[in-house]
Structure formats: structure tokens, C-alpha cells
């Protein structure tokens, strides 16, 4: 699979584009919606409350984007086809553009701007407390993803700090957990068991790793 | 468990007096085969079907006849029908919400939880006639029709701010009586301290009844003079129309000054009790849900602030923020009812 000649095309050629077109899909989409509503052509698009449809979104597209970059090497280890890894930058820095769009759109449209009031939910509500914490430890993380920043801080270094996604995704699905009404609901449920599967995935990476010696060439 | 599920007797029986029971469900049955279809041409293809939306207004329609203790009562009008009122002086400046916001943005968990839902199942339970149970601490016990508790000839219109507890709210232009007027007629004695509303719980239309997400049925209250304040009121219709399934038809209670969680849709029982009522969402989180549920923007809920509130069903669609006013801006009628209460305590 791995020496397939379309496959080498594809990663070659389509891979990165289509994965950039991809990522700005649900902004754009958002964008339509919004400039149906403004202009009266619809209303309603998103429905009769948009201000909270639109924080809602983000957030939700933010923490799939989340899990789907932490999701690329397990796709790695079971297909064998490392290319997909050059697509997993571009994968996380939107997660991180759609969270920060999800702050930015419940500080301006929630809270008008009210900086007190920002600081009282963040002091108070432990769900916001969480989103908060995961959306700052994001910031280093898009900031060093560069090849720049890798070669200046050294390989082990920075693959120290960019171990921060793992705690940083499990404050993301607490975030979405907490804020419901009740604890059990489909959607944070199933956010929670894809973030564990993809943990899991991990630990028994690292355990078999260490059973067995590591192969002579990567 | 199982046990707390069961369909309340009471109801049952409540329901057998009015309509054959083979009819009443054969009917729904058909309903529920034709909103599965989802094709509005089979429902024209069936009259049966679109008759309980939209009878013949002013006919003596058989299916309408009802005997409530052996006496006949009159049917109340079903949902969307026109209803006559005078217009009172309670306004709100800000103008009706959009009235699409009102049918399709409602909290009725009795028909589902997202705001969607309930307006799914628009027409699907019979509220014509209606008999509510009247139980308790009264001398006028007994089971009444909807037409002998509202004076549908004295029906006046009262624009009413709807604040949710959820930080949003709307201006709906209510139709119905004075609670209080309700409450003389019913003559609770002086052991009354409370007045305890009940919705019906149907599992055959209501599908929300099914999860035990809060306790059904849906039980509300009153201390006896918040009941009788000049602004609590029992709803019929709103925007010039009898109540449409999805905002409590046929008969609900608005306080306009209280979270809307305190409002009882669809009401089966009236009871006056002398303790305060444990009521629905007070069960299922005390934490969070008071008996009083006074709109305060000072007492923030705990996952939420309550100062301010996004507008439903502007004009515009993009919903703006207003501040959130003490009491709902109703300060003025029901401040007094509360002197001296500590407000954050009794949340």
C-alpha cells in the first residue's frame, strides 16, 4: 500500500490542498450561514438563538479537529503510510483557529466584550476553567510549529512540550462534559470514548515498544 | 423502578370519561402512522387526520362532546384557533417576539429536550375537551372541564417579557384570565399555603416521558399569594390563537416574574396543599433550581451568570443581549410579595 503510485501522487500533490480545503470548510459554512442571516435572505438559518448555535459550533468543530490530529499516527501505525503525518500540523493549528474563534465569538456575542464578566466565568464555572487552560496550552503549541522553531529547540524538547495535547484534549472533553445538563449525553459520551480510544492507543504503543526491541530502521 | 413509570391512574380514568378509549387511540395512532410518513399530502388524504388542527370552528362536532361526571361540558377551542380578547395594560415596549420563534423555540421535555423537539409533535395530543382535577386543601374538589374554570368570553391579552432560567427570553402577547380568578373559583380554605400545579403525563404522544430525565409528571407550585398576584396568569392562547401542543395547550400558567421553568403546561391537577410543593427541576438538582425562581440578575445559576440574556426572535434574526432586570422588570407588582426574604438563600 505504502509503494502504491497513486498513493505517492496523492501524498505528493492533493494531500496537503485538500486537507487545507477541508479545514476551512466549517468556517466557510459558518460564513454563509451568517451572511444568510445579515442579509435577511434567511433569517433563521441557525435557527432562533445564532449567537448560541455559533459558539456551539465552534467549540464542537474545534474538539473534532482536536481528535481527529490526535487520531493521524494511529492511522499511521495501521496503514504503515507515513505521509499522512505531513498533514498533521495543518490539522492541529485549526483546531486551535477554531478555538480560539470559539472564545472569541462567546466573549463578543455571549458576554458583549465584558472583560469582568469573562473573568467571573472563568473564576466561577469550572467547565469554562477547563476550556480556558486547554485553549493557553494550545498557544505554545501552535507557536513553536514551525520547522524553525523544531530545529531551535531540538527534536526531544520539543516533542516534550507538544506532550501537552494529550492533557490539554482530555481538559477539551471535560469542557464539553461539564457544560451539559446532565452528565450523560450522546454527543460529549461519544467525544470522551474516541479521546480514550486514541489514548489507549498510545499506552499499548508504549508498552509493546518497550516489550519488544526497536527495529533497526524506522 | 419500574414501578415509578407506571401511568398514573388517575389519569387514565380522567381520560376514559371523556372519549372511548378505542377511538382516542386509534386516532393517535394514525397521527403517529402519518407524522412517521412525514407527507403532508397523506395527512390531507386522511380528514380524520387534520381534524383535531383544525376543526370546524362553532360546529357541535361530535367528537367534541364530552360529559364530565355525567353532566355535558362545552369543548374548549383546540390549537390555532382564533381567540377573541381585550387588550390589557400590561405591555412590554419591546414588542412580540416573532411568533415562529415562540411555536418552534420551546422547552416542553415532556416531548424531547432540544428546543426543536416539541414542536415536532404539534397537534398530536388531544387537548379538546380537557378536564383538570381540582384536589386538596378546597370546598370545590371535583374534576372540571377547561371551559368551567376559564371564562372564554372574558379572555383578555397580556404582553408578557418570558425569561428563561437558560439566560435567554421573549416577549409573547399571552391570552387567557387572572390566575387569581381561577383561584376564588375554586375556593382553596385558609389551610392553603400552596397551590401545586400538575402537566399530564401521556406516554402514548409524549415520547420524553419514556427517560426518567426529570420525575413526571412535571409538577409545579405556588406559595397562595404569589397565585393571586395581579400578573400570575393561566394562558389559553397566545398570539391572538388558542395554545398549540408545544407551549402546554390547552391551558398553562405564566408568572412572568418567575424562570419559565415555574409555568405548567398541559395542566391535568390543581391541588392545594399546606406544605411547599416539591417541584420538578427542584428534584432533579437542588443545587441549581429553587422553589422560588425569581428572575435575579444578581444570583447567578451555577453554570451560568444570570445578569444579562440573549433576545429570542427579534426581527432581524442575529439575537442581541439585554441586561437582565430584577423581578423580569416587574418589580413594581411582586417586590412585596418577597420583603424581607433573602433572595440568594431562596433561590
Given amino acids: ?218 | 423502578m419500574g414501578l415509578k413509570f407506571r401511568r398514573n391512574p388517575g389519569y387514565q380514568n380522567l381520560r376514559g370519561e371523556l372519549t372511548p378509549e378505542s377511538v382516542f387511540f386509534s386516532r393517535r395512532k394514525m397521527l403517529a402512522t402519518a407524522g412517521t410518513l412525514g407527507a403532508g399530502s397523506i395527512l390531507g388524504a386522511l380528514p380524520a387526520c387534520s381534524e383535531p388542527q383544525q376543526p370546524k370552528a362553532g360546529a357541535p362536532a361530535a367528537a367534541n362532546a364530552a360529559t364530565i361526571n355525567g353532566k355535558a361540558v362545552p369543548a374548549n377551542p383546540t390549537g390555532g384557533q382564533k381567540l377573541n380578547s381585550t387588550k390589557s395594560a400590561y405591555v412590554v415596549a419591546d414588542g412580540p417576539s416573532v411568533e415562529d420563534a415562540f411555536n418552534q423555540y420551546c422547552n416542553y421535555y415532556e416531548f424531547g429536550t432540544d428546543k426543536e423537539d416539541p414542536a415536532q409533535y404539534e397537534g398530536i395530543m388531544k387537548t379538546s375537551p380537557w378536564s383538570i382535577a381540582v384536589e386538596g386543601e378546597t370546598d370545590a374538589a371535583g374534576t372540571y372541564a377547561l371551559t368551567d374554570l376559564v371564562d372564554f368570553t372574558k379572555l383578555e391579552e397580556r404582553v408578557y417579557r418570558h425569561r428563561c432560567v437558560e439566560a435567554w427570553s421573549m416577549v409573547v402577547p399571552w391570552i387567557g384570565v387572572p390566575m387569581a380568578s381561577v383561584m376564588t373559583r375554586l375556593k382553596p380554605k385558609s389551610t392553603a399555603k400552596f397551590v401545586q400545579f400538575e402537566t399530564v403525563v401521556d406516554r402514548n404522544v409524549m415520547p420524553g416521558v419514556r427517560f426518567p430525565v426529570l420525575q413526571w409528571p412535571y409538577v409545579e407550585g405556588l406559595r397562595m399569594d404569589e397565585a393571586m398576584n395581579e400578573l400570575a396568569f393561566i394562558a389559553v392562547g397566545a398570539y391572538g390563537k388558542s395554545l398549540k401542543t408545544q407551549n402546554g395547550a390547552p391551558v398553562r400558567t405564566v408568572m412572568p416574574w418567575k424562570y419559565g421553568f415555574k409555568a405548567t403546561k398541559s395542566i391535568a391537577r390543581i391541588r392545594f396543599v399546606t406544605a411547599m410543593p416539591k417541584t420538578a427541576w427542584n428534584k432533579a438538582n437542588a443545587n441549581e433550581y429553587g422553589f422560588y425562581s425569581n428572575v435575579n440578575p444578581n444570583v447567578d445559576h451555577p453554570r451560568w451568570s444570570q445578569a444579562s440574556e440573549q433576545v429570542i426572535g427579534g426581527k432581524g434574526g442575529f439575537n442581541q443581549r439585554r441586561k437582565t432586570e430584577m423581578f423580569n422588570g416587574y418589580e413594581k407588582q411582586v417586590a412585596s410579595l418577597y420583603a424581607g426574604m433573602d433572595l440568594k438563600a431562596n433561590y
Avoid: C
Fill in chain 1, 1 to 218: 500500500m505504502a509503494h502504491s503510485k497513486f498513493l505517492r501522487a496523492f501524498g505528493k500533490t492533493w494531500m496537503k490542498p485538500l486537507t487545507l480545503a477541508a479545514l476551512i470548510a466549517p468556517f466557510a459554512y459558518l460564513a454563509v450561514l451568517w451572511t444568510l442571516m445579515l442579509s435577511g435572505v434567511a433569517p433563521y438559518a441557525m435557527g432562533f438563538n445564532p449567537v448560541k448555535w455559533t459558539h456551539h459550533y465552534l467549540g464542537d468543530t474545534a474538539l473534532r479537529i482536536l481528535l481527529v490530529t490526535l487520531a493521524i499516527s494511529p492511522v499511521r501505525d495501521i496503514t504503515g503510510w507515513a505521509p499522512i503525518v505531513l498533514i498533521r500540523r495543518r490539522i492541529g493549528l485549526a483546531a486551535f483557529f477554531y478555538a480560539a474563534l470559539h472564545l472569541i465569538a462567546y466573549f463578543g456575542l455571549n458576554l458583549n466584550w465584558s472583560v469582568p464578566a469573562l473573568m467571573e466565568d472563568i473564576a466561577k464555572r469550572t467547565y469554562i476553567t477547563l476550556g480556558i487552560i486547554a485553549l493557553a496550552a494550545m498557544i505554545p503549541l501552535a507557536i513553536t510549529s514551525t520547522n524553525g522553531m523544531i530545529r531551535r529547540m531540538g527534536r526531544k524538547a520539543w516533542e516534550r512540550l507538544h506532550w501537552l495535547i494529550y492533557p490539554l484534549a482530555i481538559l477539551a472533553v471535560a469542557h464539553d462534559i461539564l457544560m451539559q445538563k446532565t452528565l450523560f449525553q450522546i454527543q460529549p459520551m461519544t467525544h470522551a470514548a474516541i479521546l480514550a480510544v486514541l489514548l489507549l492507543w498510545r499506552v499499548a504503543r508504549f508498552v509493546i515498544g518497550k516489550l519488544k526491541p526497536a527495529p533497526a530502521t524506522a
